[in-house]
């Protein structure tokens, strides 16, 4: 039996998990899991490349102690984050997470350089202040010195690939989020970079999903004790995430529900009109040249922190017990807003905004978990409403998918809020997403359409009326 690797590593976890068909059906495997997290470093809150790719590397030597080597492997990240390489191919600096407030400004400044509806037109990317290009004008602006030596550019993911291979690439459903990638000609824009003042040649050349980068370096080899091919998945995970989606059609709505929520559908060319814009729509890059034209919501990272704020009390399905408890609780937050980014204190920061909106402050567990979970259905329906504006239709139903999917309450929520059919899996939605790309590679499956009918018939999906 041949075995496929996805490596998908989140902003607080990662893990190796094993792939494989059996009578046409698509098997998973959790082999290897690890800790993630930002930690702060002088001024800055930074990722710990050193240990991922020690984690990365422990979680291939398990394949060899199961005695189920793969026949490829492929990582996914999240987005927007990077590292500068030096002509050693050293680090320079630190691997900053989009979570530092270095960028606080940066994005207004930019716009004076290049104006807001013409950066939109270019790249149709939606804005956030921690989008790649304001880290770069960030680093520009506060360390010129770490930009000026920089001979290269590497997304996570791409530099623990180049760990791998020894080989550089941007791999393009990543490269896509920085906002330097044009959304017509799929090339980095060499125009708006001029504009900007970030230099050309620091950027790879882009890379297709489903691209092969080759085999591991002879080093990895010898102390694996094996050889594999590298293939790039979508290499941002919520890219990932919409492969596994189990529909097909033009009547549905993607909703990748993690740390964060990617609502929106899948289209064939971008849409970069002044009313996607000022709804703040994003079309990042897809496999095969798709375009997810989807809203990026803050997400599951507000219970999270919640979670957080309570010390670990409570487990996510008791506090979605506790929630059921409230449920005559009303009292709803724009789930989206900067100040939900990261708070101090996520619960302090809630009960605050509750109180200057006039609403119903929570103070007991549920009515807390109740509110957010209230507050994401309610960010959903309007991005809802947005999406069936732009495309004037109606859409008919919701697929969730991803590890939120599992929280039935808030798929509830969402189809009474919404009004909408919500098909609730697979909740392995990027490791799959991840697994299929380098299937289709391999020709194990001959496109998207076989691959998500095998998904269909692969994993439970629940249905919400």
């Not at 494989?20 to 930690?39: C, D, V």
């Not at 199961?66 to 191919?89: C, H, Q």
């Not at 704020?309 to 005559?328: G, I, P, Q």
């Not at 909106?357 to 807390?368: D, R």
Request: one cysteine or more.
């Amino acid at each position: 039996m041949n075995y496929y690797l996805a490596i998908d590593i989140g902003a607080s976890s990662g893990r190796h998990i094993l792939g494989s068909i059996e009578n046409g059906k698509i098997n998973l495997e959790e082999i290897y899991r690890f800790e993630n997290g930002i930690s702060k470093i002088g001024n800055e809150y930074c990722w710990n490349i050193e240990q991922l790719f020690k984690d990365i590397k422990a979680g291939i030597k398990k394949c060899k102690e199961i005695g189920k080597i793969p026949t490829s492997i492929g990582i996914d990240t999240w987005a927007v984050d990077f590292v500068l390489l030096d002509e050693k191919d050293k680090i320079l600096g630190n691997a900053v997470s989009y979570r530092d407030d270095r960028t606080e400004g940066i994005m207004e400044e930019a716009f004076k350089v290049v104006p807001k509806d013409m950066m939109y037109l270019y790249t149709g990317i939606q804005f956030q202040r921690f989008n790649t290009v304001y880290q770069l004008l960030s680093i520009k602006k506060n360390n010129p010195e770490i930009l000026e030596k920089a001979k290269a550019f590497l997304m996570i993911p791409d530099y623990l690939n180049f760990l791998l291979t020894g080989k550089k690439a941007n791999e393009y459903t990543n490269a896509s989020s920085t906002q330097l990638v044009n959304s017509f000609d799929r090339t980095w824009d060499t125009k708006m970079l001029d504009d900007l003042g970030i230099k050309k040649d620091i950027f790879q050349e882009i890379k297709l999903p489903k691209t092969s980068l080759g085999n591991l370096t002879e080093e990895l080899v010898e102390e694996f004790g094996f050889d594999m091919e590298v293939i790039l998945p979508a290499t941002h995970d919520t890219g990932s995430a919409f492969i596994s989606s189990i529909c097909n059609d033009s009547d549905s709505i993607y909703l990748s529900s993690g740390t964060w929520s990617l609502i929106g559908v899948e289209n064939i060319f971008p849409i970069c009109v002044p009313q996607a814009m000022d709804y703040n729509f994003t079309n990042e890059g897809g496999i095969d040249y798709r375009y997810r034209f989807l809203k990026n919501i803050m997400g599951l990272w507000v219970i999270q922190e919640v979670k957080r704020n309570l010390d670990n009390k409570y487990s996510f399905a008791e506090l979605v017990d506790l929630a059921r408890e409230s449920m005559d609780f009303s009292s709803i937050v724009d789930i989206d807003h900067d100040r939900f980014l990261k708070p101090d204190n996520m619960i302090e920061e809630i009960k605050a905004y509750c109180i200057e909106t006039n609403q119903k402050v929570p103070q007991e567990v549920g009515e807390i978990a109740l509110c957010v979970f209230n507050s994401l259905a309610h960010c959903y329906k309007k991005a809802v409403a947005n999406l069936e504006e732009i495309f004037e239709k109606e859409f008919k139903r919701i697929n969730i998918f991803g590890g939120g999917c599992q929280n039935n309450l808030l798929n509830e929520l969402v189809a009474k809020i919404t009004g909408k059919e919500v098909l609730a899996g697979p909740v392995e939605a990027t490791a799959i997403g991840n697994i299929v790309a380098q299937l289709i590679s391999k020709n194990e499956f001959k496109d998207l359409g076989e691959a998500r009918q095998a998904i269909k018939e692969s994993f439970d999906i629940k249905v919400f009326k």
